[in-house]
């Protein structure tokens, strides 16, 4: 199954570039930003591995990077990716995950 990351998605993945070129330069952004990509790039052979998202019907919520970050993605006739989040923040609104 084809992937697409929305909009929103690939924003939250250049913050999370941003960050890490910051705070430990490009060879560790670019290792995060592909660990992230390489793990949701795993949902096409099992799109309905993880949990669905309790708050938001129809969305699905990955853990990613070791658990630092959370994919939320949902199944359609491809596997959009929503946005990409630091675990530890405040959980994704319905309005967030309604795009």
């Known amino acids: 199954m084809r992937i697409r990351y929305l909009s929103e998605a690939d924003d ?3 913050g999370i570039k941003r960050h890490y070129l910051k705070v430990g ?3 560790l952004a670019l290792r995060m930003v592909r ?3 390489k793990e949701v790039a795993g949902l096409s052979d099992n799109p309905n591995i993880a949990p669905p998202y309790e708050i938001a ?3 699905r919520r990955l853990v990613v ?3 630092a970050y ?3 993605y949902r199944v359609r006739e491809v596997i ?3 946005h990409i989040r630091r ?3 405040e959980p994704a609104t319905t309005e967030e995950l309604d795009v």
Do not use: C, T, Y
Request: glycine share 12%; aromatic share 4%.
């Open 12 to 14: 939250d993945l250049e």
């Open 25 to 27: 330069g490009k060879a």
């Open 35 to 37: 660990s992230i990509r």
């Open 57 to 59: 019907k129809g969305v």
């Open 65 to 67: 990077a070791d658990g």
């Open 70 to 72: 959370l994919a939320f």
């Open 80 to 82: 959009e990716v929503i």
């Open 87 to 89: 675990a530890e923040r």
